[in-house]
């Protein structure tokens, strides 16, 4: 498989990590709303998302059948599709492509399951170099409560039920989010990570995010532009 690292498509990737509930789909959403008023194209791809291994990780993680190696495999067998379908295209074209949670998730989620942290980041090599990686900086005990004030129980191996820290599953879930942290906190320098306070309102870290993007659309087309170009060489193509 190729390896694409510093990408020179005309396209930008922009990608956003962070613990659960720091705030990562609401900045996100918020983001593609903004640059597609703005006139970009923009597309979407989702973490473990891919239908040729949903089923799969599904079954496996209904019987409990699946090591961390054997996960981390499958996770990265999800991305390598999803580089090639919906990652590579886009950039290619010139689009704008958002991803939530990348390659930082898996280092993060895969180590603290105890694989190896040079194993698991030489299998993604062939992964595209984010224009940007923001990562969403939050206190445990904030997200936490971010996340339970709106939602269902937290799911086993969300909770990292696997690893046995704890039979409470809450106890259990901090535990394993506290140790994401750790990673996460570790990958900053390792991969130039731009941090955001995600304390802060909804607001003023839109404002952040924006601002960092802006710098980084220098030479991107729009696509609103793009047609309109389009359309006057037609014009002119009928006219000589
Ligand atoms: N800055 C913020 N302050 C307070 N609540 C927030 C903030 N950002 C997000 N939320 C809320 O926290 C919850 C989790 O946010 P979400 O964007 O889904 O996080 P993630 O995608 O990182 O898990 C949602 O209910 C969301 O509305
Ligand atoms: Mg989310």
Known sequence: ???????????????????????KSTQLSLLQQWLASEGYGTFFSEWNSSPLVKDTTRRGKRKRMLTPTTFSLIHATDFADRTEREIIPP???????????????????????????????????FAVKPTIGFYFQVPLKVAMKRILGGRDAIKY????????????????????QARIIEEYEKMVEEFGLTVIDATRSIEEQQNEVRAQIKR?????????????????????????
């Not at 991803?99 to 698991?120: K, L, M």
């Open 91 to 125: 950039l290619k074209a010139g689009a704008l492509v958002l991803a939530d949670r990348y390659i930082y998730t898996a280092f993060a989620r895969d180590v603290v399951r105890g694989v190896d942290p040079g194993w698991v980041r030489k299998l993604y090599q």
């Open 216 to 240: 980084k659309l220098i030479g991107v087309k729009k696509v609103r532009v793009q047609r309109w170009v389009n359309l006057s060489s037609t014009v002119q193509g009928y006219r000589g």
């Open 157 to 176: 191996y969300e909770a990292g039920m696997d690893l046995d820290l704890s039979e409470d599953i809450e106890e259990s879930f901090r535990l394993f």
């Open 1 to 23: 498989m190729k390896i694409y690292g510093q990408h020179r498509f005309p396209g930008r990737l922009f990608v956003v990590e962070g613990i659960d509930g720091s705030g």
